[in-house]
Nanobody, 127 residues
Framework: QVQLVESGGGLVQAGGSLRLSCAAS????????MGWFRQAPGKEREFVAA????????YYADSVKGRFTISRDNAKNTVYLQMNSLKPEDTAVYYC????????????????????WGQGTQVTVFS
């Protein structure tokens, strides 16, 4: 069992930056590949970024590529999402998620494959 708690959301002007954090409980964080998803009002939840359990592989949605960076610190049981050059269309509730895997390089973009989810943190970008 893994519990995930996101933090770092808030209100930011377009062009600004935020860093989201997702803290995981338990001693097996390094056994999980991690992902960030987001859901805007009236829209389906969508994939944002993913990182392998060893941190060596990352994958991004085209809409955030070059602006967002996912990273993790397995010693701190935390995954991060650095968001730069924010746009109003980035406004959403951001969720982190975990999927257990034995593969060090594995990343996952499908939300149905994830086992655990956080409660979400709101990001609002105004112009």
């Amino acid at each position: 069992q893994v519990q995930l708690v996101e933090s770092g959301g808030g209100l930011v002007q377009a062009g600004g930056s935020l860093r989201l954090s997702c803290a995981a409980s338990g001693r097996t964080f390094s056994s999980y590949a991690m992902g960030w998803f987001r859901q805007a009002p009236g829209k389906e939840r969508e994939f944002v970024a993913a990182i392998s359990r060893d941190g060596g592989t990352t994958y991004y949605a085209d809409s955030v590529k070059g602006r967002f960076t996912i990273s993790r610190d397995n010693a701190k049981n935390t995954v991060y999402l650095q968001m730069n050059s924010l746009k109003p269309e980035d406004t959403a509730v951001y969720y982190c998620a975990a999927v257990r895997t034995i593969l060090g390089w594995y990343t996952e973009t499908s939300e149905s494959k994830y086992d655990y989810w956080g409660q979400g943190t709101q990001v609002t970008v105004f112009s």
